[in-house]
């Protein structure tokens, strides 16, 4: 989907700050959430991961930039769990100012009115699956991507959307994470690594040299001849 999360490629956020020595947890509150996040499956809020992913995308904007790591993360299960029935908008704000939050206070989390059905639990463990039609391409084919957006959840990134490159990897059939995500099955889908020359995803003011690979499902690809 086109939303805030989609920063990949995207320029003005300054440098990437590598802290030195870093802890896996920067307070006591976040791994309470990594712990919600983990029992989320068992008490019935979510099936998989992808749909995770979709309810952290689906979070305030301005959150999303503001809000540490672990805060998108409380954001995206309060979502999830608005929204399959486990609590309530109301519930969660209550035990917000019980515990000495205010009412007034920014929420991340936007659960939707109509959301998507929980679907069935992943049929195997891990994402690789296997399928029984051949790949529709091979190493050294040159492949476009879309060039649209999609309405929910994607691993296409909005920088490489109507770019040329070429396959360097096939890597079989993995779990589809755009209807994996809205409980629509898993659709197992060849996955391949993709080629891109930087100054095709970014212009001629783009580092010599540059090339970035992508991991990128098979719908999200047709061949390049055939775009005019």
């Given at each position: ?153 994607t691993r296409l990134p909005g920088y490489a959307r109507g ?66």
């Amino acid at each position: 989907m086109d939303g805030i999360h989609d920063l990949g490629g995207k320029q003005g956020f300054g440098p990437v700050v590598q802290e030195a020595d870093e802890p896996v947890f920067h307070a006591d509150w976040e791994p309470k959430v990594f712990t919600l996040v983990l029992a989320s499956v068992a008490i019935g809020a979510r099936n998989n991961v992808d749909q995770f992913r979709h309810a952290v995308e689906r979070i305030d904007p301005v959150a999303y930039l503001t809000h540490t790591y672990y805060g998108r993360w409380l954001g995206g299960i309060e979502n999830l769990l608005v929204e399959s029935g486990v609590l309530s908008r109301a519930e969660i704000d209550a035990r917000y100012v019980a515990c000495g939050g205010r009412a007034g206070d920014s929420v991340a989390s936007r659960p939707s009115p109509n959301p998507d059905r929980l679907g069935a639990a992943p049929d195997d463990a891990g994402a690789a699956r296997s399928l029984q039609h051949a790949a529709a391409f091979a190493v050294g084919d040159a492949v476009v991507t879309q060039s649209s957006g999609a309405v929910g959840h994607t691993r296409l990134p909005g920088y490489a959307r109507g770019r040329r490159g070429h396959v360097v990897a096939l890597h079989g059939g993995w779990v589809y994470p755009d209807t994996h995500a809205h409980g629509c099955g898993e659709s197992p889908q060849h996955l391949y690594t993709v080629a891109f020359e930087g100054e095709e995803l970014w212009g001629s003011d783009c580092e010599p040299g540059l090339v970035v690979h992508l991991d990128l499902f098979e719908p999200y690809l047709k061949p390049a001849r055939a775009v005019a």
